[in-house]
Structures are given as structure tokens and as C-alpha cells.
């Protein structure tokens, strides 16, 4: 079940994402690296942020990091997230791609027993047949 309403955007995968979404769909994280510096990267671009290369391969993530940091959001910012009230968004660094940093939620846990250094480990959140999202539980 999706964690927040079905009235919330989703999002609008582009020529940049598309590959990462997709992906998602297959419950597979990818993360890009960069072919010129080796460089990871999270959220996909079209250019590396360290060197400018354009040339970078997708990598298989094995979903499993620890929470860098978080925040509990107590007023709905849109109706669909009304219910969810309070919930988190987590900050996790990944423990392979060069400990590239995914922003998403924590599900399976209190918000008051989020810590820093939490091992969590990637979760699939279904929303409908074209989007995936991934969200993290305790590991």
C-alpha cells in the first residue's frame, strides 16, 4: 500500500531519469557512475558534477546504507500526504556507490526511533504500473 495518498504527484520521469524509474519498477536501485572520474552520483544527471563528463553507466545498488539524516514533517504540505501526518524523510548513504546519499522515507519504524547510523535497507513502494518508488525499512 502507498504511503501517502493517491491524490500525490508522482514523479515525471525525462530523458535524465528514465533509465533510474524504470529500474525502480524492476525493484533494482541504480545509481549512476561517472566513466571519465568513477564518480557516483544520486540524484541522475546528464553531466558529472565533479569532472563534466558526459559519459556515465548505470550500477546496481544493493539497497543497503544507513540513515545520514532526517526530518518529521507534522503539517501536510499537500491533501494527499494529510493521513501520513507525521512522517519522515530520511537522508540514506548508501554502503556501495561510492556512498551515494538517496533522499526518501523510513516505513516499518516510529518516527521517534529514527537514529543517526540506522542500517536500512531498500524498500519497494508500488504506487501504480509506471511508478516505483523506493523507500528504505530497518535492516
Known amino acids: 500500500m502507498p504511503l501517502f495518498g493517491p491524490t500525490m504527484p508522482v ?3 525525462g530523458p535524465d ?3 533510474f524509474w524504470e529500474a525502480c519498477r524492476q525493484h533494482r536501485l541504480q ?4 566513466a571519465a572520474c568513477g564518480r557516483f552520483r544520486f540524484a541522475p ?5 565533479a569532472c563534466h563528463s558526459r559519459e556515465y553507466e548505470w550500477v546496481v545498488s544493493e539497497g543497503i ?7 518529521i514533517t507534522h503539517r501536510p504540505f499537500h491533501p494527499a500526504v494529510a493521513d501520513a501526518v507525521p512522517y519522515n524523510t530520511v537522508v540514506v548513504r548508501l554502503h556501495d556507490c561510492g556512498g551515494a546519499m538517496i533522499t526518501s522515507n523510513l516505513v516499518g519504524i516510529p ?3 529514527i537514529r543517526p547510523g540506522m542500517l536500512v535497507m531498500v524498500d519497494w513502494d508500488d ?3 509506471e511508478i516505483t518508488l523506493p523507500r ?3 535492516a
Open 17 to 19: 531519469t528514465r533509465e
Open 127 to 129: 504506487i501504480d504500473d
Open 136 to 138: 528504505f525499512r530497518p
Open 31 to 34: 545509481v549512476q557512475r561517472c
Open 111 to 113: 518516527n521517534e526511533e
Open 45 to 49: 544527471a546528464p553531466i558529472c558534477h
Open 11 to 13: 514523479p515525471a520521469p
Open 65 to 71: 546504507g544507513e540513515v545520514y539524516t532526517w526530518t
